[in-house]
Nanobody, 126 residues
């Protein structure tokens, strides 16, 4: 079992920035696909970003490319971040951290991930 805990959500005005953190514990492996998803009210949960902790380029959904960056803490390889810049009101959602064994796929599909955090709210006002 892997436990994931997100933190760093909050409220910000459009154009602002937030950094989300995801701390993993339990049966954690060094080579894992870590992803961020989000779910806005009345909408499906969508994959936002994914990275393989063993290296390689991350994947992003088109709507966040150039604004969001997923990364791993180099000192604590059990912590993954989502740096969110130039935030827009449409980024408002609950953001979830997720994990899956093995490599990531570009489409960041919900069914591929076995472990989930509890979510953290991000609210962007205009």
């Amino acid at each position: 079992q892997v436990q994931l805990v997100e933190s760093g959500g909050g409220s910000v005005q459009a154009g602002g920035s937030l950094r989300l953190s995801c701390a993993a514990s339990g049966d954690w492996y060094r080579r894992t696909c870590m992803a961020w998803f989000r779910q806005a009210p009345g909408k499906e949960r969508e994959g936002v970003a994914a990275m393989y902790t063993g290296g390689g380029s991350p994947y992003y959904v088109d709507s966040v490319k150039g604004r969001f960056t997923v990364s791993q803490d180099t000192a604590k390889n059990t912590v993954v971040y989502l740096e969110m810049n130039t935030l827009k009101p449409e980024d408002t959602a609950i953001y979830y951290c997720a994990a899956a064994g093995g490599y990531c796929t570009p489409h960041i599909e919900r069914y591929e991930y076995n472990y989930w955090g509890q979510g953290t709210q991000v609210t962007v006002s205009s």
